[in-house]
């Protein structure tokens, strides 16, 4: 899990842990204290990573956002000037 995380493969992060769910849904899945302890690191070592890659991408999206403005802003002065 935390390797799909790392490789920022979220379709193999997504399918393991629905195949997680899944076994750990049946009875007898068998996880003991550390078991448990060493799952929740892992979900919560790849859920930072997760929204360390979502905040990346909302960084890059709002600076493509100010491009477009910065274009649109200087297309219509250029407009103005050659009025």
Not at 2 to 30: E, I, K, M, N
């Amino acid at each position: 899990m935390v390797d799909a995380a790392r490789r920022g493969d979220w379709d193999a992060l997504t399918a393991f842990d629905a195949r997680l769910r899944q076994a750990l849904t049946q009875s007898g899945c068998g996880l003991d204290a550390d078991d448990r302890q060493a799952l929740f690191a892992a979900y919560r070592e790849a859920l930072a990573m997760s929204q360390a890659e979502l905040d990346a991408l909302g960084g890059k999206i709002a600076m493509i956002g100010q491009q477009r403005e910065g274009r649109l802003a200087y297309a219509q002065f250029s407009e103005w000037e050659q009025a």
